[in-house]
């Protein structure tokens, strides 16, 4: 596959020291008895405050079942590490939708192998119909993926 052998993965990405803060803020005071920790009911307030949505139970059951099993919820440095991949990933997406809007330009919110030559014969127009077509492949194979997960 194109995208794995090239390594086209989220990018290590690290928070601003304003953004950082924000999170501790937010850490802080959805952690309403100083515990120390976040239960599962501040884990979703928090999620809310920082990204606008209330994680889905699967999501929540995922991060709970990481927790140290010493400690009643997630830690100040668990809770930052969670952030900054949930940021991650967030901003991968992001970019991706980017680049998907551009080459549609016709507004359809699909794209056809057509539209894909034509975009990729004016950013590369040296490359290889066989690596567009690799790429257009790979392109799909990882948006119904990520489909998929986003139904279950």
Known sequence: ???SQAGARPRMWEASPSEHKKWVEVFKTCDEENKGYL??????VAVVMLFGYKPSKIEADAV?????LN???ILLKEFLDIVRKKKEAQ?????IRHIFTAFDRHYR???TLEDFKKAFKQVAPKLSERIILEVFSDIYEILLLHHLQADY
């Open 1 to 3: 596959m194109f995208f």
């Open 39 to 44: 239960s599962r009911e501040d884990f979703k």
């Open 64 to 68: 709970m079942s990481s927790v140290d």
């Open 71 to 73: 400690t009643s919820g």
């Open 91 to 95: 901003l991968y997406w992001n970019e």
């Open 109 to 111: 919110g699909y794209l």
